[in-house]
């Protein structure tokens, strides 16, 4: 029985439509932002090194700050990149639901543009570093940064255990190796 012309057309229209879905909101950070020229491979070392034990940045409000943005950068950046269609979409949704769980815990809002939160936190994290602790703590002021700047500073110093950021970040960074794990 050969296949109607319009039940064709009606089957396209239909997949094309499920298949446009916007893509997530995602930050644009300079270049070297995470310690190298490319953004993504070293954003998600550095997520999957701090979110792997809360011991790693307790006290260490840099590398808490830093890990913090990468995850809200690649939560973006891994679903919107034509680079990482590889990846496995698992992984994707993963680091959109480890977004979510850090601002939760850094009291930012749901809401708020990605390329607000990471350049708050990487812009915090520069004049910590440079003993600037005035521009840290406007930077900590952002809008959609709901909770005072004092007080986002004592979680970024204890940050606790996040098992979103820490298997997102950890399977991103394994998937994004040269022949890595990037079909699951």
């Known amino acids: 029985m050969p296949v109607r012309p319009v039940a064709v057309l ?3 229209a239909l997949a094309g439509c499920a298949a446009i879905t916007p893509p997530p909101d995602t930050a644009q950070p300079l270049p070297g932002a995470f310690g190298q020229f490319d953004n993504d491979v070293p954003a998600a070392n550095l997520a999957s090194w701090a979110f792997a034990s ?3 940045t307790r006290n260490d409000l840099v590398d808490a700050a830093k890990a913090s943005a990468a995850i809200d ?4 950046e891994l679903s919107s990149n ?15 639901q480890a977004r ?4 939760r815990v850094l009291g930012i809002a749901p809401n ?3 390329q607000v ?7 915090f994290a520069a004049a910590w570093q440079a003993g600037d602790q005035a521009t840290a703590m406007q930077a900590l002021a952002a809008p959609g940064f709901t909770l005072p700047p004092q007080q986002t500073l004592q979680v970024l110093s204890g940050l606790p255990a996040i098992q979103s950021a820490n298997v997102a970040s950890i399977d991103a960074a394994n998937q994004m190796l040269p ?6």
Not at 73 to 76: D, E, I, P, Y
């Open 73 to 76: 950068f690649l939560a973006g």
């Open 112 to 114: 708020v543009p990605s």
């Open 179 to 184: 022949g890595g794990d990037n079909v699951r």
């Open 117 to 123: 939160v990471v350049t708050a936190l990487l812009r």
């Open 100 to 103: 979510v769980d850090v601002r």
């Open 82 to 96: 034509p680079r990482w269609v590889t990846l496995s979409p698992l992984t994707k949704q993963q680091m959109l």
């Open 10 to 12: 009606v089957f396209m």
């Open 54 to 56: 809360p011991a790693r």
